[in-house]
């Protein structure tokens, strides 16, 4: 028997951000997340400089948790914690620490993959937002990953459809790059979005068959169409910023709807969940919220703050394992790749 309060703390270090969250049950207590801004002027994540920060947050963004939750070490019920996919010396610090703070306490430890999560944060009971309902597809879009998956329950997810080169959200930043705006360039784009017409320059679509996508091919033909027109008119770039932006954006909401309708198509299922880093973006939410009038969708689109990185999601996974006995031993590693 499980008891009726279970309480889960969570730790999440997958690539630069430090979070942990406390969990009653399904519901959030506190989501702490810090971000290490060092990478700024690298204009990327370096994997050596983004452990050793982990490795100075870890102590202080567990122990915000836990106060903002009002619940104390001793009251925890198990330790859930990112396993992969992921920066292994990230990975390693929220490992490490999970193991030694599970043993310390004598509690359970449990592994939890970093995309089950972001699929499952829909699974959070948060006031105005609605849970999906088994089976429902899945589009989880971020930095690394472009997928459709068919989620039939809580353990048995299969992906149908991913990227065959880059994931969305490297076609975003490397956008941003060719622009010349800072890192993280992705959220700029759609800033600048708003203001621009998406039909202004259009882009060829890749033709891939089936589900999977690719984005390489869209990536060079911007870097080409960027480079031709400033060669042209040195001051292209900021007099067109807006419009570049919103074509850009706008070609590739057009890619992902167009694999979802083909997947709805071939799975006749219409509930749709977006996840991942990318589904922060208000085009490619907005696109699918109108999905739900154009198409018949049913679609879920999380609360913000569950969209990028954070330790609350992997404690709603945290929360199902336990309840369902899926308990990690003190041998479990680390995986930068890990099987779906």
């Given amino acids: 028997m499980h008891p009726e309060e279970v309480f889960i703390l969570a730790i999440e270090s997958s690539c630069d951000d430090t979070a942990a969250a406390v969990l009653r049950n399904d519901v959030v207590l506190s989501n702490v997340v810090a971000r290490q801004s060092i990478h700024e002027e690298y204009g990327g994540v370096v994997p050596e400089l983004a452990s050793r920060a982990h490795q100075q947050n870890i102590v202080p963004v567990i122990d915000v948790a836990l106060k903002k939750a009002n619940v104390t070490k001793n009251q925890l019920s198990a330790i859930a914690f990112t396993q992969g996919p992921g920066l292994m010396g990230s ?25 089950h999560a972001h699929i499952l944060a829909h699974f959070i009971d948060e006031e105005g937002f609605d849970k999906p309902e088994f089976p429902f597809l899945a589009l989880t879009i971020s930095g690394g990953h472009t997928q459709i998956v068919k989620v039939n329950d809580f353990f048995n997810m299969e992906i149908i459809g991913e990227t065959t080169d880059d994931a969305v959200g490297e076609a975003f930043d490397k956008t941003a790059k060719i622009l010349g705006f800072p890192y993280p360039g992705g959220p700029l784009i759609d800033q600048f979005a708003k203001e621009g017409n998406p039909k202004k320059y259009p882009f060829t679509k890749p033709k891939i ?22 060669h042209e008119n040195p001051n292209f770039i900021e007099e067109n910023k807006a419009d570049i932006c ?8 057009e890619i992902l709807m167009d694999k979802l309708k083909l997947a709805v198509a071939e799975t006749g299922i219409n509930q749709i969940a977006i996840g ?47 309840l369902h006995d899926k308990f990690s031993d003190a041998n479990v590693v680390s995986k930068a790749r890990i099987e779906f």
């Fill in 91 to 115: 990975l390693l610090v929220g490992t490490s620490f999970a193991k030694s703070l599970a043993m310390a306490l004598n509690i359970p430890l449990i592994a939890v993959n970093h995309m």
């Fill in 276 to 322: 991942g880093g990318v589904s922060a973006n208000s085009g490619i939410r907005q696109t699918l919220k109108d999905a739900e009038s154009k198409y018949g969708w049913k679609t879920f689109v999380p609360k913000f703050e569950y969209t990028t990185d954070n330790a609350a999601m992997i404690g709603i996974v945290g929360y199902q394992k336990y």
């Fill in 246 to 253: 919103a074509s850009v954006q706008h070609t590739i909401i």
């Fill in 209 to 230: 068959p089936g589900l999977n996508f690719s984005f390489s091919g869209l990536k060079t033909q911007i870097l080409y169409f960027v480079q031709k027109n400033v």
